[in-house]
């Protein structure tokens, strides 16, 4: 009997080790690299960091400056606007014056404006009366004027009892106050009670009789230290004398004659001749 020793050829296992070995040492490479990469970038961040933290320094250091300059500024806005503000408070407090004033002084021209239009109003009614008083004075002036013309027609030439001078006299009220208007002559009242001496104008009178149922009288005139008698005239006959120191001619007129033993009538004196005087106080 044959014995076959049957060598067997032993089994290798490089290969797949080696593969392994491979890979395994490729993963270390990598994972070296990607250490080594992610080193770097670490490294990187961190100097990042650090510039980043640098500047943030700066910037830190720089807001505080900012701060300290606009809280500078701050204060000295603030300031000038509590100027302003002072101001404008000052200035809000005149114009809420003035407006007050304004609405009073408003207020106070309407009022005025009122009583304005009020006074006008009474003023044009005065005017209108005035304007009709006017009207009814011309009217009653205009009447007037006729009757004095009328009455001027009928005043009468009387010849005097001196040297036959003859003169307009009045016989009554009406027609003495026309020739009052004449203004040629003064003209002076009187009425006479028997035995009374009376001053009228410059000169003195004095009644010595009255008779009234012959409408006859007598009287004296005392002028210029002299007497002169007017013995039994008639009523409205000019009594006429001189008196004065440049003598002028003076005319004495009775219009009535009354059972009183008084006679009422008027002086006249030519313009120029002394006036009486009359006492202070009178």
């Known amino acids: 009997m044959t014995v076959e020793v049957v060598q067997e050829t032993p089994r290798t296992h490089s290969g797949p080790l080696l593969a392994a070995i491979a890979m395994a040492m490729l ?34 250091a720089a807001l505080q400056d900012t701060d300290a300059r ?14 302003t503000q002072k101001q404008l408070d000052t200035r809000s407090a005149v114009l809420q014056v003035r407006e007050v004033r304004g609405e009073k002084t408003t207020a106070r021209l309407a009022t005025e404006q009122q009583q304005t239009e009020g006074q006008v109003a009474a003023v044009s009614s005065a005017v209108t009366n005035v304007q009709t008083d006017v009207g009814g004075v011309k009217t009653d002036v205009a009447k007037t004027k006729t009757d004095l013309a009328e009455t001027n027609n009928q005043l009468t030439s009387m010849r005097g009892d001196l040297n036959g001078h ?3 006299i009045a016989r009554n009220g009406a027609e003495l106050e026309i020739l009052k208007h004449k203004g040629d002559r003064n003209y002076y009242q009187f009425t006479l009670v028997r035995g009374m001496k009376q001053r009228v104008g410059t ?38 004398f001189y008196s004065g120191k440049v003598p002028m001619l003076f005319e004495i007129v009775v219009n009535d004659v009354t059972a009183k033993n008084t006679v009422t009538g008027y002086l006249s004196s030519p313009k120029g001749a002394p ?7 009178l």
């Open 70 to 83: 606009l809280n500078v500024a701050t204060d000295a806005m603030k300031t000038s606007l509590g100027l």
């Open 275 to 281: 006036e009486p005087v009359v006492a202070a106080g």
């Open 166 to 168: 003859s003169s307009l």
């Open 27 to 60: 993963l270390g490479l990598g994972g070296i690299i990607w250490s080594y990469t992610l080193s770097n970038k670490l490294a990187t961040q961190q100097q990042a960091l650090t510039d980043a933290a640098g500047q943030n320094t700066k910037l830190a």
């Open 203 to 240: 000169v003195t009178l004095e009644l010595k009789r009255a008779d009234s149922k012959r409408s006859k009288y007598t009287l004296a005139v005392f002028s210029d230290d002299r007497q002169y008698e007017k013995k039994d005239k008639s009523l409205n006959e000019p009594l006429q």
